[in-house]
């Protein structure tokens, strides 16, 4: 059971949380989403698929890689204007294809906050444990959530306003959102 010293409720986004949201919503939970950039087997493939130059594209639609497979993927990335933005369209699509998901969104409580903990063994006086540690790389990750989450709430999951949603997170409002990712996508964001 998770120990996580959070005042009030919490979803885990990890794939070491308690919740079964919480693993969903991880990004390196296997998916298989169809998106703009080719299927996509996990959210957190996608991510840096985006930034990373000569990724081999077969990765891509797979749900989990192999070290040989992670050691073919160039250590080299590049800075994507509209990151997050991408990022928001993924997690649109993920959620918005599940509505076992949508459901449990909409059932949280308005208190419930989105936090991201992994697990990290440590040894103390020769005893070896486990403790969560905060994921603070995961911060926009689940401010995004938290966005899907108020749309749902308020009824109003649906194209025109995933569309706002996503442009909302536009980093350079000048370009659109697919405009100069690793790889090329079409796209009118």
Known sequence: METLNIKGPYVNVSKYSDSKLGKVLSPGHPVSIKTLLGVVGTLRSAMVYIVTPNYPSNL???????????????????????????????????IK?????????????????????????????????????????????????????RLIRQGVFYDMRIRELIISYKDD???????????????DL
């Open 60 to 94: 891509l639609a797979k749900r989990s890689l192999k070290r040989f497979e992670r050691n073919r993927i160039p250590k080299q990335t590049i800075d994507v204007p509209n990151y997050w933005a991408v990022v928001t369209y993924l997690l649109c699509l993920r």
């Open 97 to 149: 294809e599940d509505q076992e998901v949508i459901d449990e969104i909409y059932n949280l409580d308005d208190e419930t906050q989105f936090v991201s903990y992994n697990k990290v063994s440590k040894t103390t006086l020769g005893i070896k444990s486990s403790a969560y540690k905060p994921n603070t790389d995961m911060n926009m990750y689940l401010h995004i959530i938290d966005s899907i989450r």
């Open 173 to 187: 409002k000048d370009k659109s959102v697919f405009e100069d990712l690793a790889i090329p996508v079409e796209s």
